[in-house]
């Protein structure tokens, strides 16, 4: 009796726990205000304080690469986020980057920072948020992951109060950010004062990007928007 070869063999399915896909207005980074796709994964190994998205922890349902594929084809936009959660916690993530890349849509991820990102398809954008003290997660931030950015990929700092902006301030300093990667600071929701924030950036000169989150203004925090 004849056994079949391993290399004749289908390849494994590409599965991912999704929690929602959905069309809207990227509302943070170097792409705000362009029509996006997001595919939100589920699960996340972090617990931040300020967490908005506290429903993608758990729940979600099993979906194969092709039929997410399908969904964000047709949507009929070229901008793409893969966010969570923390998508770089289920390891089909990254497939899931590089299909979206051949498939001719400018991607960006969007991780913690926390989990190795060498990794991620070169083509698509991390957008990392290194963990503030405020977030209660700082000691989760993986240092090492600043050696694989490239210049067009962002470091986003979110401040919950002064203690939190010095802090950015200093890394930002350190690891010589501003001249590697754009870098982004945004004022916890609910925790800091949006205008306090931009005061502090332009009375330092600081070399950042203030930013507001677009989608909290528009909709406050619909879910799917």
Request: glycine share 8%.
């Amino acid at each position: 009796m004849n056994t079949p070869s391993l290399e004749s063999a289908p390849p494994a399915p590409i599965n991912l726990r999704i929690t929602e896909i959905f069309l809207s207005l990227q509302g943070e980074s170097r792409s705000v205000g362009w029509p996006t796709v997001f595919i939100r994964l589920t699960g996340c190994p972090l617990r931040c304080g300020y967490c908005d998205t506290a429903y993608a922890f758990t729940g979600g349902r099993v979906m194969p690469l092709e039929d997410i594929l399908a969904r964000v084809q047709g949507y009929g936009v070229h901008h793409v986020c893969v966010t969570g959660g923390e998508p770089l916690a289920q390891p089909a993530c990254l497939p899931l980057l590089a299909a979206l890349c051949d498939a001719g849509h400018e991607v960006s991820l969007e991780t913690s920072g926390a989990l190795d990102v060498s990794a991620v398809d070169p083509r698509a954008i991390k957008v990392m948020d290194l963990k503030t003290p405020g977030s209660g997660e700082v000691a989760r931030n993986l240092w090492e992951n600043l050696a694989h950015l490239s210049a067009h990929d962002q470091v986003k700092f979110v401040i919950c109060g002064r203690a939190d902006y010095d802090w950015a301030r200093e890394v930002v300093s350190r690891y010589g950010l501003a001249d590697r990667v754009e870098v982004l600071f945004s004022a916890a929701f609910g925790d800091l004062a949006p205008g306090t924030l931009a005061d502090w950036i332009v009375a330092d000169r600081l070399p950042v990007r203030f930013q507001l989150q677009l989608h909290k203004v528009l909709w406050n925090d619909a879910r799917g928007r």
